[in-house]
């Protein structure tokens, strides 16, 4: 199996990431989770006022919110690659629902960018049967790091 090209940029100066941890983690999802055969895709970490102008552009939704999916091209480019889509993840927001949630900003970023993969490959909790919801309970369960889950 070919790798899958993932490109993490953080795009926010609010809170710090554990780059390095959330790279081994993107590592680990597309080893263990089929791209579909997509060759490429990203996972942008931005601030909530970039996600919330976002949001508001793509969804009509006027505030931030915590990951947002856009979905590449499903035909292949001029050189045959095929671009997956993009994540994009609210650091801050993701912070507070951490805290909320009682575990890390790491665990917390690891289970957005899930999220967000499987979006890409189709899944939507909004309209299924509960399927993507309990596939990223089990891959919460088999990828994120023990150490992220603090």
Do not use: K
């Not at 940029?9 to 790279?23: H, I, P, T, Y």
């Not at 947002?68 to 997956?84: A, E, I, K, Q, T």
């Amino acid at each position: 199996m070919t790798a899958v090209e993932t490109t993490l940029l953080n795009r926010q100066r609010q809170v710090a990431v554990d780059r390095a941890g959330l790279e081994r983690f993107l590592g680990r999802l597309t080893r263990r989770v089929p791209s579909g055969g997509a060759d490429a895709w990203s996972v942008c970490l931005v601030s909530d006022r970039r996600m919330r102008q976002l949001n508001r552009e793509y969804r009509s939704v006027d505030s931030a919110t915590d990951v947002l999916s856009f979905p590449g091209d499903s035909r292949p480019d001029p050189d045959g690659s095929l671009y997956l889509g993009d994540v994009v993840i609210s650091v801050p927001t993701a912070a507070r629902a951490a805290g909320l949630h009682g575990h890390t900003l790491a665990c917390e970023l690891q289970t957005l960018a899930l999220h967000g993969y499987l979006h890409l490959l189709g899944y939507d909790h909004e309209t299924d049967d509960g399927s993507m919801l309990r596939l990223q309970r089990r891959l919460q369960r088999e990828l994120i790091d023990a150490e992220a889950e603090g």
